[in-house]
């Protein structure tokens, strides 16, 4: 099978493109990098020729109010070419309780590109991930000073971008779902509760205070951003990865 990843260079797109390749698959990685524009279009044609699954696990350059166009115009690009190209299959890559967060642009964003994508002219299949475990260090440092990190008591169900990936693939090589599959972590952590044990593991020893008001997350309210049931649960736990980062 011929599969064109979209945003095939980046942190979840590389490892994508190395798996299928493995399985035996023709595959396609496409990034501003290989000439590929998702903004203009430019590139996009070639990139999905012969290609019967594109799976695009693009990202918009901001998390702010701009990421809505972003959404709009390159999902309206992709589709467009994708109809062009005869392309029998659409997956793409969004996050679990998207459309639980409307107080987020980022979360706004995302949520239309799903519905961009459920309303375009192709089967499709939408992949809702939780957070990474990769994520974290990002998610410390937004808060964080020389003596304490700031950080809400959010639930958390944070996941391996290598099971994020094994998700991705086993799609992307499956008819489509016209629907959405769920996948998250083994376990569910307050997210103050993970920033301690992802300071403890570094032998970091600044406190972690909780700040309700403290970062991106402060603005999700309940336990949206955890994987209701039916979901599809990763082998992966967060020590055991981070030994093994170690």
Known sequence: MKITVIGGTGLIGSQLVSRLGKAGHEVVASSLSTGVDLLTGEGLDQALDGAETVVNVSNSPTFDAASPDFFRT???????????????????????????VPQLDYYRAKTLQEELVRSGPTPYSIVRATQFFEFMDAVLSWTADENAVRLPSTPVQPIATADVVAALAGVATAPPLNGTLNVAGPDVFSLDELGRRTLAARKDERAVVIDEQAGMFAAVEGDVLVARPGARLAPTRYEDWLSAAR
């Open 74 to 100: 390159t999902v309206g690009n992709l589709l467009a070419a994708g109809e062009r190209a005869g392309v029998r299959h659409q997956v793409a890559l969004s996050i679990v309780g998207v459309d639980q």
